[in-house]
């Protein structure tokens, strides 16, 4: 049973454009959200959190969306750039509960930047 | 500087034999998980552990096995019984209360 969901195995965007990167959930337990980027052959590093008490968290050209009602939410990246090619992951924490921060991630996206 | 060390980064191994892979971390966390990545299957983890001496099962926990002697280690052994092996596995840990993991670089194994 996937719980964390991203439809989309692949995206390429042109260079310059906005990047919009989808993830849906099932587990209404979930109140909190992480974007991970993974290069090839290396650890999935960091990108922007946002908890389920916001809608919106900005980071940069990192702005991460999220719609309760429909266990959604989405990655913005504007402007897009080369570098920003990559695998991204979507996960999931019900850590509100403490000692369950573990994190169910999606199956990835990966995101191609089109010079 | 902290982070977190997997070791080897590539791993070979015959059928029918256990191999044990390295987690070390110096970044003073308490938590450390093992996940294992298939091509269009994402993360899924496979043991986790919140303190010394403790560690629970994962999603796809079987045919393989851990332990936490020290804060520092989190070693993963894939035993014979694992019937697909050959993955990417990748460890991570996260101070308790917080979500962010750290990961490390992860290590490729193969059964050959």
């Known amino acids: 049973d996937q719980q964390v969901k991203q439809n989309s195995p692949s995206l390429s965007v042109q260079e310059g454009r906005i990047s919009i990167l989808n993830c849906d959930y099932t587990?209404?337990?979930?109140?909190?959200f992480l974007w991970y980027k993974k290069y090839p052959a290396e650890g999935p590093t960091f990108l922007i959190s946002?908890?389920?008490?916001?809608d919106k968290n900005e980071d940069g050209r990192f702005t991460v969306f999220l719609n309760k009602s429909a266990k959604h939410l989405s990655l913005h990246i504007v402007p897009s750039q080369p570098g920003d090619s990559a695998v991204y992951f979507c996960?999931?924490?019900?850590?509100?509960?403490?000692?369950?921060?573990?994190?169910?991630f999606g199956t990835g996206t990966r995101l191609t930047i089109i010079p | 500087d902290g982070g977190i060390t997997q070791s080897p980064k590539y791993l070979f191994r015959k059928e029918g034999q256990n191999v044990t892979l390295s987690c070390e971390q110096n970044?003073?966390?308490?938590?450390m998980y093992w996940y294992r990545q298939d091509p269009g299957q994402g993360l899924r983890l496979i043991y986790y552990?919140?303190?010394?001496?403790?560690?629970q099962k994962g999603d796809i926990a079987e045919g393989y096995s851990v332990s936490r002697e020290k804060k520092e280690s989190f070693p993963l052994t894939v035993t014979s019984a694992q019937k697909n092996p050959t993955a990417f596995y990748l460890c991570?840990?996260?101070?308790?209360?917080?979500?962010?993991?750290?990961f490390g670089s992860g290590t490729r194994l193969t059964v050959v």
């Open positions: 991570a840990s996260s101070i308790r209360g917080n979500y962010g993991y750290t």
């Open positions: 587990n209404s337990m979930f109140d909190y």
């Open positions: 946002i908890s389920s008490i916001k």
């Open positions: 996960a999931a924490s019900a850590g509100s509960n403490f000692g369950n921060e573990k994190l169910t």
């Open positions: 970044l003073n966390h308490d938590a």
């Open positions: 552990s919140q303190i010394v001496n403790d560690f």
